[in-house]
């Protein structure tokens, strides 16, 4: 079962073919996607790798996930599922990952309850983080 990898922190001069050549150690069964921007081309800033297994991808984050690419620092995790009713055409994205200028697409500007919602890898720190401001108000 193949897994998709999100590659953020890109340089925005970067080319495709330079996002191949890192990931080329692993052969032809790594496939690379570089985001552009529509108007002017240029990266934006995100990529996705997709790899034929889990092993594979672990192996890719260990090496690459924090090296220094062209100055800029990587970030490499397993990319979530897009969910539902998303009007993005990047694809997968991290969750939590937001896009630039906090601007929708096409559409309302109606938000839902979901969108709403905390990230739940940072459920638990948001909890400690309500239970000091509740303990620093009651204190006051």
Same mark, same amino acid.
């Given at each position: 079962?193949?897994?998709?990898?999100?590659?953020?922190?890109?340089?925005?001069?970067?080319?495709?073919?330079?996002?191949?050549?890192?990931?080329?150690?692993? $052969?032809?069964?790594?496939?690379?996607? !570089?985001?552009?921007?529509?108007?002017?081309?240029?990266?934006?800033?995100?990529?996705?790798?997709?790899?034929?297994?889990?092993?594979?991808?672990?192996?890719?984050?260990?090496?690459?996930?924090?090296?220094?690419?062209? $100055?800029?620092?990587?970030?490499?995790?397993?990319?979530?599922?897009?969910?539902? $009713?998303?009007?993005?055409?990047?694809?997968?994205?991290?969750?939590?990952?937001?896009?630039?200028?906090?601007?929708?697409?096409?559409? $309302?500007?109606?938000?839902?309850?979901?969108?709403?919602?905390?990230?739940?890898?940072?459920?638990?720190?948001?909890?400690? !983080?309500?239970?000091?401001?509740?303990?620093?108000?009651?204190?006051?």
């Amino acid at each position: 079962m193949s897994v998709r990898l999100y590659v953020g922190n890109l340089p925005k001069d970067i080319e495709s073919k330079e996002l191949e050549t890192v990931f080329s150690d692993y $052969g032809d069964a790594v496939s690379t996607k !570089l985001i552009t921007d529509r108007k002017t081309g240029k990266c934006r800033g995100f990529a996705f790798v997709t790899v034929q297994d889990d092993d594979q991808a672990n192996q890719i984050i260990e090496k690459f996930n924090g090296q220094d690419f062209q $100055g800029s620092e990587l970030k490499i995790e397993k990319a979530q599922p897009r969910a539902k $009713g998303k009007d993005d055409d990047a694809g997968s994205t991290p969750t939590g990952a937001k896009r630039k200028g906090g601007k929708m697409r096409k559409g $309302g500007g109606t938000s839902t309850a979901e969108s709403n919602q905390p990230d739940p890898r940072w459920a638990q720190e948001l909890e400690k !983080l309500k239970e000091l401001l509740a303990a620093q108000a009651t204190n006051s």
